[in-house]
């Protein structure tokens, strides 16, 4: 109903971009198991993570980016438990970094 | 890396793990400290109200160097439509008082501000540390220490609390209590709106620190179980939304599209309008009430805060529960080490005892069924276009009679929700609020 209030394309880049991080380079804390068929778990996080860190790939597969992540978790509540992604949190001091919160 | 044992390590810097080492440390306990962290309050998200009874409760002078935002001295309650808002105002000023009841925080630098607090205490706190596993003793299962993502074997303590937020792992994989449910978890994102500070208060009708809050809830969330907020800060706004992760993953909706349409609100854009935005968080919310509570204790540890579950979300209550819990953790470890008696799950008990009796679980308790009647898609639809048509019918003046809008305003009710979904949505309200 209130669909028309908001632009479909909401450009998430552009809000992750006020924020601060420190990139583990090379240690991913989210991975996806690998897959032919996503699940519909991992499709609903190409909706649902408020960083946008998954997406669908050119050959239909659900890949993550996680340098964006807010260490929200929600991923893990709706993908872990069935084995579709692994998650662990950064490194101490790595991830995202709140100056506000 | 740490050759010694402590009375008690604490996991987690947010305001239930420095309630709770602030507790220990000031009555001398060896208490330890780790946050995940660049400091305490960089990985905390918060709308964000700071309630002063639960701090005044663990640092009674906490007024005097704490950085707060705004004391709030009025409260909106909006039902929104697409287009409309119509609600509830309460603003007052007996909440102009020398020790105010509510103000809005930043979190970021209130945690920082509290681990301070915690530190002059006498408690050791290192940040930049991920707390990776519990170490238990093989034979018995009990909770000996932890280890972390630092180099070196593991740390000693006589009893671990896990304050280690709505987030937690280790609890979980440790199998003390099992994962949250979907449905008793809410998404929550937010913006930090940046305005000048004559500005916010000219468009809030504000003067020296006074502040406001907005809850809202309506067509907003578009038929899903959620809530918004605007709080003024000094010199910014909080702006949030959020909706239980059950209903985001069945609908599809996102959170930022959710969010892009509350900041588009007719009521909600002038306030926001020539802002600037420097941060976009997100942070989920525990919302299973009473019901979704977890084993509390067990043999060496305790688990206090979000990773309980202890949120009020009638009440939008939280960080109070979680400095609550925090706080009685601590005095309960303590008593039970004055006495030198083990921190086993018998003596624990004690804490969920003193739970039992605080305002903490009375609350959680009073309304244990209603967030099963608040998942409702009529509540946060059909009932705010109804009652936005019902005040614009009565508002209007258009030359039809009273007593036809009457009639009007009444058949639509009836009409659209008929009698007894009227019937059972306020039978099971009236319920659960009980």
């Keep these: 109903m209130a669909s028309d209030v908001a632009s479909p394309e909401v450009r998430v880049e552009d809000r992750l971009f006020q924020n601060r991080y420190l990139v583990d380079v090379g240690r991913p804390h989210i991975k996806v198991r690998e897959h032919a068929q996503p699940s519909k778990e991992l499709l609903a996080l190409t909706r649902i993570c408020p960083a946008k860190c998954y997406a669908l790939n050119d050959s239909g597969q659900v890949e993550v980016t996680p340098d964006g992540c807010m260490e929200c978790g929600t991923c893990r509540v709706i993908a872990e438990a069935q084995g579709d992604i692994e998650w662990s949190y950064p490194r101490g001091g790595y991830g995202v970094l709140f100056k506000f919160g | 890396m740490i050759d010694e044992t402590f009375d008690a390590i604490v996991v987690g810097a947010g305001p239930a793990g420095n309630a709770c080492a602030y507790t220990m440390a000031s009555r001398g306990l060896k208490v330890l400290q780790l946050e995940r962290g660049e400091y305490p309050g960089s990985k905390n998200v918060q709308g964000a109200i700071l309630y002063a009874d639960a701090l005044e409760k663990v640092i009674p002078d906490f007024r005097e160097d704490a950085p707060l935002e705004r004391h709030v001295i009025e409260q909106r309650m909006w039902m929104m439509n697409d287009r409309s808002v119509s609600g509830m105002q309460y603003r007052s000023d007996d909440f102009n008082e020398e020790r105010p009841n509510r103000y809005t925080i930043i979190r970021a630098q209130f945690d920082k501000w509290f681990s301070k607090r915690v530190q002059a205490a006498g408690a050791l706190v290192i940040c930049e540390t991920t707390v990776t596993e519990l170490v238990r003793n ?43 449910k ?185 309304y244990r069924n209603l967030p099963r009647a608040l998942h409702n898609k009529h509540l946060f639809t059909t009932y705010p276009n109804l009652i936005s048509q019902a005040l614009q019918t009565w508002f209007r003046v258009d030359g039809v009679e009273k007593k036809q809008k009457e009639n009007e305003i009444v058949k639509s009710f009836f009409r659209t929700r008929k009698f007894t979904g009227l019937a059972s949505d306020v039978w099971s309200i009236a319920r659960g609020w009980r």
């Excluded at chain 2, 593991?154 to 099992?178: M, S």
């Excluded at chain 2, 916010?200 to 899903?224: C, K, P, S, Y």
């Design chain 2, 182 to 366: 979907a449905n008793h978890l809410a998404l929550a994102v937010k913006e930090m709106h940046f305005l000048p500070r004559d500005t916010l208060e000219a468009r809030f009708n504000l003067q020296g620190d006074e502040g406001v809050v907005i809850e809202a809830a309506g067509t907003i969330t578009r038929g899903m179980t959620g809530t918004a907020f605007v709080y003024t800060n000094k010199e910014s706004l909080s702006v949030g939304i959020g909706c239980l992760i059950s209903d985001f993953k069945e609908t599809g909706e996102t959170p930022y599209g959710l969010l892009e349409g509350f900041r588009k609100h007719p009521a909600v854009a002038p306030l926001l309008a020539e802002s600037d935005v420097k941060e976009y968080a997100a942070h989920m919310i525990p919302e299973g009430g009473y019901n979704a509570i977890p084993q509390l204790y067990g043999d060496g540890w305790l688990v206090v805060g979000d990773a309980g579950q202890f949120v009020n979300a009638v009440h939008r209550e939280g960080s109070n529960l979680a400095m609550t819990t925090g706080r009685i953790a601590g005095e309960v470890i303590h008593q039970i080490k004055a006495r030198r008696d083990p921190l086993d799950a018998e003596n624990l008990s004690l804490y969920a005892q003193k739970l039992e009796k605080s305002f903490v679980m009375k609350d959680l308790k009073k």
């Design chain 2, 138 to 180: 093989t034979q018995t299962g009990r909770v000996i220490g932890v280890r972390t993502d630092r180099a070196g074997g593991f740390i000693k303590a006589d009893v671990v609390v896990l304050a280690e937020g709505v987030n937690g792992l280790l609890g979980e994989r440790a199998g003390l209590r099992t994962p949250h």
